[in-house]
């Protein structure tokens, strides 16, 4: 069982910067991979960006690149979410989510997943 609680979210004009954590209740997450995806209004859930908890390898959505980092810490069994130069397209309720299959790009790579934080990217 791995429960996981977002925050960080919150109101922030384009161009501008937000950090989401993600913490986890599970103090081993060695075998799972740490996700983020976001939902916008009526769209479905899209992923975002994915890290290996043990061995730290990242992958992001295109419409993200270069744009948000994820990374973890450890000690904290925490996952965070770098964003930088929002846009308003990228405003959306953003989930964390953790999993053990493949293909983590996918939703239903994840077992576990947060309650959601709101972004809201304003022009």
């Known amino acids: 069982q791995v429960q996981l609680v977002e925050s960080g979210g919150g109101l922030v004009q384009a161009g501008g910067s937000l950090r989401l954590s993600c913490a986890a209740s599970?103090?081993?997450?060695?075998?799972?991979?740490m996700g983020w995806f976001r939902q916008a209004p009526g769209k479905e859930r899209d992923f975002v960006a994915f890290?290996?908890?043990?061995?730290?390898?990242?992958y992001y959505a295109d419409s993200v690149k270069g744009r948000f980092t994820i990374s973890r810490d450890i000690t904290k069994n925490t996952v965070y979410l770098q964003m930088n130069s929002l846009e308003p397209e990228d405003t959306a309720v953003y989930y964390c989510?953790?999993?053990?299959?493949?293909?983590?790009?996918?939703?239903?790579?994840?077992?576990?997943w947060g309650q959601g934080t709101q972004v809201t990217v304003s022009s």
């Open positions: 599970r103090r081993t997450l060695d075998s799972y991979t």
């Open positions: 989510a953790a999993g053990g299959r493949a293909r983590p790009h996918l939703k239903n790579a994840y077992d576990y």
């Open positions: 890290i290996t908890w043990s061995s730290g390898v990242t």
